[in-house]
């Protein structure tokens, strides 16, 4: 779908946070695109470790990533940006409850998605290739195939390429996948997750407790491997 003929598409840029989703992202993207310009968001959040790991990871590839800083902590209303509020902790994934979660960023993903187009635009690139998936967190409604849609329509009415025949493509190619299943097929792409950092708590290493560690844990056992950062973190003695 996003090749032609075996042969490289020419440029994209990756929404890189540096989770698990984004990092298999930008790994699928090297695979497809002869130019990846990958682009991370400093807004604020608890776990601005995410930002450093991120660079990191980016380092590791050779890639020089756009940073792009936007104080959501103006804005709050979310665990992630509000030092008040706290972020829920779980013994089980079976704990976390249905229904927008206080993890939630209001209109995050769309927030993101239109400063990425509008920096595409600027790059010249129509492509913009992010990690979404709604498999392992449904409650996330920015997330979503109607979203992502609803998001690649306006863009394109409100920029540039509304004069163009050439449009933006707004590409999750994780949709339909649960996180083990993200994670397998990054392997297969070579994948290298020791710098990828999930949890919301804001360290380097997992408290273990909050959704997103425990979400991550579960998927990494379907997966039948250790997580990259665990066997790291071991490594290097801090756990």
């Keep these: 779908m996003y090749q032609s003929k075996g042969r490289k598409v020419a440029r994209c840029l990756v929404l890189f946070s ?32 995410e930002i450093k790991m991120a660079k990191k ?3 590791r590839l050779g890639l020089k990533p756009r940073i792009i800083k936007i104080d959501l902590r103006q804005i709050g209303g979310s665990a992630l940006t509000d030092e008040k509020i706290k972020v829920p902790e779980f013994k089980r994934t079976e704990e976390i409850k249905a229904g927008l979660p206080v ?8 927030i993101f998605i239109a400063l990425g187009a509008a920096l595409a635009e600027t790059l010249n690139i129509c492509d913009l290739v992010c990690g979404f998936n709604v498999i392992d967190s449904p409650s ?55 710098y990828s950092v999930s949890c919301y708590a804001g360290g380097e290493i997992p408290c273990g407790q909050c959704s997103s560690c425990l979400l991550r844990a579960r998927a990494w056992k ?17 756990i």
């Design 57 to 59: 990871t980016c380092q």
């Design 103 to 110: 993890t939630y960023v209001p209109f995050r993903n769309g």
């Design 140 to 194: 996330y409604p920015d997330t979503t195939e109607s979203f992502v849609r609803a998001m690649e329509k306006a863009i394109n009415e409100g920029t540039g390429a509304r004069f163009k025949t050439e449009k933006f493509r707004i590409i999750a190619p994780f949709l339909s996948l649960k996180k083990s299943e993200i994670i397998r097929l990054g392997l297969s792409l070579g994948a290298d997750y020791s």
């Design 18 to 49: 540096g989770g698990i989703d984004s990092t298999t992202g930008l790994y699928w993207a090297l695979k497809r695109y002869q130019q990846v310009q990958p682009l991370i968001f400093d807004y604020g959040q608890r776990h601005r470790v």
């Design 222 to 238: 379907k997966a039948g491997q250790e997580d990259h950062l665990l066997a790291r973190l071991k490594k290097e003695g801090k």
